[in-house]
């Protein structure tokens, strides 16, 4: 578990890198809760950060993509 924090605003995200385990299921995935600076859950992030992460607005549950990896 890794915390991100906006020090500006007091938002923070509690990232949790997957463990792999046994199957390739789990592998470079991430997922994450975005909460404010009252604690409240306001978006949730998932993905792989060797394809894409997509974040999710709890509020509207609208998808959107934040992160893409590059072709190689």
Known sequence: MCEVKNHSNGERCDLEFKARGWTSK???AVSG??????????????????EKIECKNLE????????????I
């Open 60 to 71: 509207t549950n609208e998808t959107f993509t934040v992160f893409e990896a590059p072709d």
């Open 26 to 28: 789990n592998t470079f």
């Open 33 to 50: 809760i975005v909460k404010n600076k009252d604690g409240e859950p306001k978006f949730e992030l998932s993905g792989k950060y060797t």
